[in-house]
């Protein structure tokens, strides 16, 4: 476990240079648009944002070799029978916990549960699609789940924050 979480730090500069390059877009354009006072914080969001997703591809897909993995799996919770894929499972939840805080915390229309849910599920639903299809990870509907999961987890999260900072 410990070696696949070292693997995952290696792409932490990639996501860095894209949460700068995003920020530096957001910049230009807010300064052109005259409304750069006006996203003085929802930009930096936006740019960890980025940086956090170019993370997830890099991680998902491009971190295994085209053609080293291929397969579909449609049962639920078959990936907890073993405890080597329960800790997949566990690093799902943990993978996609960012996606669930940040979503509520730049879009409005994120901030109610079940819409956070199904973006998050659509995005992890699109990686496992994409894993299918270049044959760079098996799809499973457990993963699907385990992100889902993981996203919730995240959205409790940033309600329990943002009550803590609202002083409710």
Not at 111 to 119: A, D, I, Y
Request: charged share 15%; glycine share 6%.
């Amino acid at each position: 476990m410990l070696l696949d979480v070292a693997d995952t730090f290696q792409f932490f500069p990639a996501a860095l240079i894209s949460s700068f390059i995003s920020f530096c877009i957001l910049n230009i354009y807010l300064k052109a648009r005259r409304m750069r006072k006006l996203w003085k914080w929802r930009h930096v969001k936006i740019s960890i944002l980025c940086g956090y997703l170019a993370a997830v591809f890099f991680i998902a897909l491009l971190s295994r070799a085209p053609g080293s993995r291929e397969g579909i799996n449609l049962r639920l919770f078959s990936t907890l029978i073993n405890p080597r894929l329960c800790i997949y499972f566990l690093e799902n939840i943990v993978f996609f916990a960012p996606l669930g805080l940040l979503l509520p915390a730049i879009f409005k229309t994120q901030k109610r549960l079940f819409v956070c849910l199904e973006t998050s599920a659509g995005l992890s639903l699109l990686i496992e699609l994409l894993q299918l299809f270049t044959k760079r990870g098996f799809c499973q509907i457990d993963d699907v789940f385990s992100n889902a999961l993981g996203a919730a987890m995240g959205f409790l999260l940033y309600c329990f924050a943002a009550k803590r900072l609202n002083g409710s």
